[in-house]
């Protein structure tokens, strides 16, 4: 029973709450009522995330949206500047295994795993992370549009209907072909989440050009190819085609998907795979964990709110949902960027952790936590002072330049 945890939701929404059976609108209904709290909180102006700085104004903010209300030609242009990237050269020769900027992303991420989950900045960097990739999208691939965001409140029952999955040309690909496996484990060992119908190669969708193989990595890209990186890229661009992913996996929580490669060093081309998973989308992505973070129990202080949305330990909550919902290459905490909707899951943290803020401005630039993976090992605690690593992408700047979406340096967005 959640209506316990809705103080702060209008009574207008109880009305409605009542009235409505199903449990997937109930979430939808509350999201909608989040969101008209929010905006009439920053343009009243009432709280320190509303005042923003700069040049940055609630009027000329970018306007993050949800996928499935962008036209099909803004979902087009973001598929065409997101397939640019697997055509830009990686810009860090550290990470060898990178071969093009689209990887590049993953190997950052990879390489900084156990600091940036479970940590005091888990929510600053990775919505730094997704405003570069926006930027780069704008900037190098001539992007029109802002970063979109996956509502997980709609078509849990059924993703392989979600305009994210739907295998059309308009979504970021659909299921993965048939793979017998015994779904997944997660939540430290102790949750079971059954296959989906997938968990192969994503069969359909506009990232499915990467024959002529689909599960083994051809030989001849072996790891001790005597090539330089940048005839490797040629190479993997000629061979696989474009939207080869080449890194990981690390710790994928699929079965049956043998994590091999634990070095941003080591190539292994190979396809894109997914398992659309209703056990986790179903389970999770409900009311009650909605309402929880952001005016229940979970909301009070950026420690609970952060926690709960990642899932304490040995449960499943919101973030973990997003990543096993895709299965496959997107259940790894290393390398799930792989997963194209990696940055819509992304995004819509960001958007929860944006409604969370507006509505708790006492706590909204606090953070909470230490510097690695859930104090392990035992490390100092993080600051707003802490700078987010971000490697070659872009600027290592401090967490309390992202604290605030309309901050102006250099974040200016708001969601819709
Ligand atoms: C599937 O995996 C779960 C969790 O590891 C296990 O309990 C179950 O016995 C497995 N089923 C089969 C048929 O292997
Ligand atoms: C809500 O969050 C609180 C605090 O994090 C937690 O103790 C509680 O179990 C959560 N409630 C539900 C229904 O998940
Ligand atoms: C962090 O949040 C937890 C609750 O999740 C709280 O117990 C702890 O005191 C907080 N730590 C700091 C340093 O604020
Ligand atoms: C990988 O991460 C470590 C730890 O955060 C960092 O010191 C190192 O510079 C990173 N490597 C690269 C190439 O960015
Ligand atoms: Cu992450």
Redesign the pocket.
């Known amino acids: 029973m959640h209506f316990s945890l809705v103080p702060a939701v209008g009574a207008l929404l109880l009305a409605a709450t009542v009235t409505t059976a199903a449990p997937t609108e109930d979430a939808l209904v509350i999201l909608e009522d989040l969101q008209r709290q929010v905006e009439t909180k920053l343009h009243d102006s009432e709280t320190l995330q509303a005042r923003g700085s700069g040049h940055c104004t609630l009027l000329n903010a970018a306007v993050r949206k949800d996928w499935e209300h962008m036209s099909k030609v803004e979902r087009k242009d973001y598929i065409r500047a997101v397939k640019c990237l697997w055509k830009l050269p990686s810009v860090d020769p550290d990470f060898s295994a990178a071969q093009n900027h689209f990887d590049d992303y993953v190997a950052v991420h990879m390489n900084q795993t156990n600091f940036i989950h479970g940590t005091a900045n888990f929510l600053t960097w990775h919505r730094y992370l997704i405003w570069l990739w926006e930027q780069k999208l704008r900037n190098q691939c001539g992007y029109k549009g802002y970063l979109p965001y996956w509502n997980w409140f709609k078509y849990q029952d059924d993703l392989s209907k979600s305009p994210v999955f739907d295998g059309s040309d308009t979504s970021l690909g659909g299921d993965g072909e048939y793979f017998a496996h015994n779904g997944s484990v997660v939540g430290a060992g102790r949750i079971w989440l059954p296959s989906g119908k997938g968990g192969g190669c994503v069969k359909s969708g506009p990232f499915v050009k990467y024959a002529p193989f689909s599960l083994t990595p051809p030989t001849s890209l072996s790891l001790a190819s005597p090539m330089t990186k940048n005839e490797r890229h040629l190479t993997t661009q000629l061979l696989v085609g474009s939207y080869t992913i080449n890194i990981g996996p690390v710790q994928p929580a699929m079965q049956g998907y043998t994590p091999v490669y634990t070095d941003v060093k080591k190539l292994n081309p190979r396809c894109q795979r997914r398992d659309l998973t209703m056990a986790a989308s179903m389970s999770t992505f409900t009311a009650?964990?909605l309402l929880?973070v952001t005016v229940?129990?979970?909301s009070a202080t950026v420690g609970?709110f952060q926690?709960?949305l990642q899932g304490p330990y040995g449960t499943l909550r919101l973030h973990g949902a997003g990543h096993y919902s895709m299965g496959g290459d997107g259940s790894d905490v290393f390398t799930s960027l792989n997963d194209p909707a990696f940055y819509l899951h992304h995004a819509m943290i960001d958007r929860i952790y944006w409604i969370w803020q507006v509505l708790h401005p006492a706590e909204a630039n606090k953070v909470n936590g230490t510097i690695t993976f859930r104090n392990n090992p035992p490390s100092r605690v993080g600051t707003v002072d802490d700078l987010l690593d971000m490697g070659k992408l872009g600027p290592s700047i401090p967490i309390k330049d992202v604290l605030n979406t309309l901050g102006g340096t250099p974040l200016c967005y708001i969601y819709v």
Request: glycine share 12%; hydrophobic share 10%.
């Open positions: 009650s964990n929880n229940g129990r979970a609970h926690d709960e």
